[in-house]
C-alpha cells in the first residue's frame, strides 16, 4: 500500500481543522455588538415576545453569566449570547428580594 494513503486521513483533519479555525476567526473579527442586538431583538418580536413586542424594547448588557460576552435584555426575557454570536441560554429576569 502506497505510503500516501497512511497521511490522507491526516491531512485531510488538518485541512479541515484550518477551515474551521479561519471561519471561527472570520466570525469573531467581524461581528459586532450592535449585530447580535439586532438579531436577538428581531428574534424577541417574531418569536419570543408578545403581541405587542416592540424592537425598543430591547438593550444590549456586558454578560452576565459565565462566557456569555453580551446579554441582551427584551422586556422580561434574557438571551446570553457567547462571542460568535450564538445563543448560550435564555432566561428571565428575576425580581430582586427587598431588604
Do not use: K
Amino acid at each position: 500500500m502506497p505510503r500516501w494513503v497512511w497521511f490522507a486521513p491526516l491531512g485531510l483533519a488538518t485541512l479541515v481543522g484550518a477551515l474551521l479555525a479561519f471561519r471561527y476567526g472570520w466570525i469573531a473579527a467581524t461581528i459586532t455588538e450592535t449585530d447580535v442586538i439586532t438579531a436577538f431583538a428581531q428574534r424577541y418580536v417574531t418569536q419570543d415576545g408578545s403581541a405587542d413586542a416592540r424592537i425598543v424594547d430591547c438593550v444590549g448588557l456586558a454578560g452576565q453569566m459565565d462566557g456569555a460576552w453580551i446579554t441582551v435584555r427584551c422586556a422580561d426575557i434574557l438571551y446570553h449570547v457567547n462571542r460568535f454570536g450564538a445563543l448560550i441560554t435564555t432566561g428571565t429576569v428575576s425580581e430582586r428580594p427587598s431588604t
